[in-house]
């Protein structure tokens, strides 16, 4: 019989995660390394030193990693009800949980108020969550999701294209703009702070300041346009990661650069940027063994004990290679970054790395469908069963990405390592 899944693993011990798999572990698994996240953070900080940083916890909330991020002093980017009482049971404060996404029902905006600060992201939730705050007695700040126009500036970066076109996030600015008299008859919320978002996996630092600084511009024409201060400005994120070997990365001084006199131009207010994927996703590996070794017409395959029931990527990668047109040459995010993201390494039984001999071989799943596939012919060395496949960049929406239900099969444990 599998084991229950145990939710919450730490495992004390100095033991990087991209050298060998828990001891005792006998099953597919998730290692995430807490100094290459303290990393990521302190990396990000340090690009970053005039923003408050929240974690965007869809990315991984695996409550130690959230616990960790608590004591760095990030708060929360929640996308759901859920995920904001996920983080008032990890330790977080009300006032550090922005709890910003589409389709909020009226249960979730009653649930956040006083809980979290809701960030409305349509006129409608806009009203809903006046009336809702106004049953509950209360008097919320409150923030606005604004979907800009397309006008980030003179120098308007080819990579943000998505920019002003129709989008299910947040309000239109010229929405916001043309209904700015409703907003300020708001009776119980009032309105405190934007939040801007365009994409994930922006690897250009000039995009980035460029999405700051029209979030600059739009702080200030709002506190214009309501006759009222705000208190705060997050600028959102996307901060590339994770992308694979011979992809672009993100620079972080030049990033540093570029962002540093841009909080200065509204001091009274606190800026703040958003990040998962770059906190989690290098930090993590995730390990199967090697089951079975079996050759058909000339391939020979790995069979592991887990696959795109724990890393549902991959697959992605591969199923977008095989259409007609090939993968696209940019990021779909969250499902796919590149066809390069996540390597594939072998580990010995005993934790040793594996030299010698190689062959080409496909790193199957179990799972009764063609495409639970790790790897299509790579090269690795010559493996025996109960021999472990490392697979990389797996600490961000693998977990919780993965159809973990599929198969009724053990769902891998967790486990952040010290
Ligand atoms: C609004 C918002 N914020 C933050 C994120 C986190 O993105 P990433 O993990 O790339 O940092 C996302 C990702 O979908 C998002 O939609």
């Known amino acids: 019989m599998p084991a229950p899944y145990r939710p919450r693993t730490v495992v004390e011990e100095v033991m990087p995660s991209t050298r060998r798999p828990v001891p005792g572990e006998k099953g597919p698994h998730y290692v995430y390394e807490r100094l290459a996240v303290e990393r990521s953070i302190a990396a990000l900080g340090q690009a970053l030193p005039d923003f408050v940083l929240l974690y965007s916890m869809k990315a991984n909330p695996f409550r130690p990693l959230l616990e960790l991020m608590r004591s760095r002093g990030l708060g929360i980017d929640a996308a759901s ?21 589409p389709g909020k ?17 349509s006129l409608g939730e806009l009203e809903r969550l006046d009336r809702i705050a ?26 943000l294209a998505e920019q002003g076109k129709p989008s299910k996030f947040g309000i239109d600015e010229e929405l916001v703009l043309a209904r700015l008299g409703a907003m300020k008859a708001l009776q119980h919320v009032r309105i405190e702070g934007i939040h801007v978002y365009l994409r994930s996996q922006i690897a250009s630092a000039e995009a980035i300041c460029q999405v ?11 506190e214009q346009g309501l006759d009222s201060r705000l208190s705060w400005v997050n600028v959102g994120g996307g901060f590339a990661s994770a992308l694979g070997a011979g992809q672009p990365s993100l620079d972080l001084e030049l990033l540093r650069r570029g962002m540093a006199g841009l909080p200065g ?11 998962g994927r770059f906190l989690a996703a290098g930090a993590g590996t995730f390990w199967t063994p090697i089951v079975d070794i079996k050759d058909s017409r000339g391939v020979r395959f790995y069979v592991t004990a887990g696959g795109l029931d724990g890393m549902l990527r991959p697959a992605l990668a591969l199923l977008l290679a095989r259409m007609p047109q090939g993968a696209p040459a940019w990021p779909l ?4 970054s590149s066809a390069e993201c996540h390597s594939i390494r072998l580990v010995r039984a005993g934790g040793t790395p594996a030299a010698g001999e190689t062959e080409t071989v496909t790193v199957a799943g179990p799972l009764c469908t063609a495409l639970d596939v790790l790897a299509e012919a790579i090269r690795l060395p010559k493996a025996k069963i109960g021999d472990w496949i490392a697979v990389s ?17 053990q769902r891998p444990r967790e486990y952040l390592v010290y």
């Not at 049953?135 to 003179?154: E, F, K, V, Y």
């Open 81 to 101: 009800a859920g995920e904001v009482q996920v983080a008032l049971e990890a330790g977080f404060a009300p006032k550090d949980i922005f709890f910003s996404c």
């Open 105 to 121: 029902t009226e249960e979730d905006l009653a649930f956040a108020l006083g809980r979290a600060t809701v960030v409305a992201d």
């Open 134 to 159: 106004g049953q509950l007695g209360r008097h919320a700040g409150i923030g606005l999701r604004i979907n800009p126009d397309a006008s980030l500036g003179p120098q308007q970066d080819a990579r």
């Open 212 to 222: 700051t600084a029209r979030c600059v511009r739009l702080a200030r024409t709002l």
């Open 265 to 275: 131009q509204l001091p009274r207010l606190r800026f703040m940027a958003e990040a």
């Open 333 to 336: 995010e969250p499902l796919y």
């Open 393 to 409: 960049n797996a600490g961000a929406y693998c977990a919780t990405l993965s159809p973990a239900g599929f198969a009724s099969r």
